[in-house]
């Protein structure tokens, strides 16, 4: 049986309240990971979606370094900052954000540290951090 490992997911997501998910996929050349439209029903709550959503996803990874997925997603964003903000000047409400999920496993803590060159970058296409952790129970010593 393997141990509970410490996992990280991250995705980029543009939001707002109503944008056309086909032509931001057209325009970045990416098929997203997740889409939702305003009013769609949530998987996870009863109430229907506040947004619009487009989403590349790299899933949850076991990890001890977040960069590892961060830069998976960046290097899909990368070269597309002048679509970005063609995008952005198209929809007026539109917003960017990488959301940083971490689940911790027995305190097993991975390296959280964003590097000056993906700071900029994350300045450039104007995004937002959203660091989400977890962390289950550590695992008790009864010896």
């Known amino acids: 049986m393997n141990p509970a490992q410490t996992e990280v997911l991250v995705y980029f997501q543009l939001l707002a309240d109503d944008f056309s998910i086909e032509d931001v996929s057209h325009r970045l050349g990416l098929t997203p990971t997740e889409t939702f439209e305003r009013g769609d029903k949530s998987t996870?709550?009863?109430?229907?979606?506040?947004?619009?959503?487009?989403?590349?996803?790299?899933?949850?990874?076991?990890?001890?370094?977040?960069?590892?997925?961060?830069?998976?997603?960046?290097?899909?964003?990368?070269?597309?900052e002048t679509t970005l903000e063609d995008i952005y000047n198209a929809y007026d409400d539109i917003r960017a954000k990488f959301t940083i999920v971490v689940v911790m496993e027995n305190?097993?803590?991975?390296?959280l540290v964003f590097d000056l060159e993906t700071i900029q970058f994350v300045d450039r296409i104007r995004a937002e951090f959203d660091i989400d952790l977890y962390s289950n129970p550590y695992e008790e010593d009864y010896s």
């Not at 305190?107 to 390296?111: M, W």
């Open 107 to 111: 305190g097993q803590t991975p390296s």
């Open 44 to 80: 996870y709550s009863s109430r229907p979606r506040a947004y619009t959503s487009w989403s590349l996803c790299t899933g949850y990874q076991p990890s001890f370094d977040v960069n590892n997925q961060l830069q998976h997603i960046i290097a899909q964003l990368r070269g597309k």
